[in-house]
């Protein structure tokens, strides 16, 4: 049975607490720090507790100074695009000893996909989809990690991913870039000023069905 080994932990993680985990504490960058990024902007916690992400030439990022879980966690996150025509939200994610992006408005301001899977990123790959997404409207992400799979929802269903996979290795950063600036779990925005709030990472303890490669759910 593939996976196995990734079962076993999740067993173990039964007795663990799922209770989200807020991952801004809405007063200051306490657990992150700002990305080292070529031109980066300015990153700053405003009055009502979300973080604001300055515009930069061309990326602005900020990291997270923890460590993460690599395996069977879910993020939340809302984010909003203020002024900027491209991605406002680029969620850099562990996936056991690999990474990768989700985008959302990268490409001109509507692309939302993966990057890179198989080596090809959002623009290239198929779990890429173009939407109209507006200024100023909070959109709310959230990405589920479990064995086998990786799974987007951009509001629910208005833009959904579903990848399975048997090695890890499959995921990668895209090359040529400062992404790399924002793991082991970070945040980006390319010319482009955003907010983000509402940050929580949540241990899943019970696969669901749609958690499992379709063939182990036979």
Same mark, same amino acid.
């Given at each position: 049975? &593939?996976?196995?080994?990734?079962? +076993? /932990?999740?067993?173990?993680?039964?007795?663990?607490?799922?209770d989200?985990?807020?991952? /801004?504490n809405?007063?200051?960058?306490?657990?992150?720090? *700002?990305?080292?990024?070529?031109?980066?902007? %300015?990153v700053?916690?405003?009055?009502?507790?979300s973080?604001?992400c300055?515009?930069?030439?061309?990326?602005?990022?900020?990291?997270? %100074?923890?460590?993460?879980?690599?395996?069977?966690?879910?993020?939340?996150?809302?984010?909003?695009?203020v &002024?900027?025509?491209?991605? /406002?939200?680029?969620?850099? +994610?562990?996936?056991?000893?690999?990474?990768?992006?989700?985008? +959302?408005?990268?490409?001109?301001?509507?692309?939302?996909?993966?990057?890179? +899977?198989?080596?090809?990123?959002?623009?290239e790959?198929?779990?890429?989809?173009?939407?109209?997404?507006?200024?100023?409207?909070?959109?709310?992400?959230?990405?589920r *990690?479990?064995? $086998?799979?990786?799974?987007?929802?951009?509001?629910?269903?208005?833009?959904?991913?579903?990848?399975?996979?048997?090695?890890?290795?499959?995921?990668?950063?895209?090359?040529?870039?400062?992404?790399?600036?924002?793991?082991?779990? $970070?945040?980006a925005?390319?010319?482009?000023?955003?907010?983000?709030?509402? /940050?929580?990472? %949540?241990?899943? %303890?019970?696969?669901?069905p749609?958690?499992?490669? &379709? $063939?182990?759910?036979?």
């Amino acid at each position: 049975m &593939k996976h196995t080994a990734a079962y +076993i /932990f999740l067993a173990t993680a039964l007795s663990l607490r799922a209770d989200p985990v807020r991952l /801004f504490n809405g007063k200051d960058l306490t657990g992150w720090r *700002v990305a080292d990024m070529f031109g980066s902007g %300015t990153v700053t916690v405003l009055a009502d507790g979300s973080v604001e992400c300055g515009p930069g030439n061309p990326m602005t990022g900020i990291a997270y %100074t923890n460590e993460p879980p690599r395996m069977n966690y879910e993020l939340s996150l809302q984010a909003v695009r203020v &002024k900027g025509s491209d991605f /406002f939200a680029a969620l850099t +994610i562990p996936i056991e000893k690999n990474y990768c992006t989700v985008i +959302i408005g990268g490409w001109g301001g509507g692309l939302c996909g993966i990057s890179s +899977i198989d080596y090809m990123d959002a623009a290239e790959n198929p779990w890429s989809e173009g939407l109209n997404l507006e200024n100023e409207r909070w959109y709310t992400l959230r990405v589920r *990690v479990t064995p $086998g799979v990786l799974q987007v929802f951009l509001d629910e269903n208005l833009y959904t991913a579903r990848v399975e996979f048997e090695d890890a290795s499959r995921f990668s950063l895209r090359s040529g870039s400062d992404i790399d600036k924002t793991t082991p779990l $970070g945040l980006a925005t390319y010319r482009t000023l955003a907010r983000w709030r509402n /940050f929580t990472l %949540t241990p899943v %303890t019970e696969l669901k069905p749609d958690d499992k490669p &379709k $063939g182990e759910n036979l």
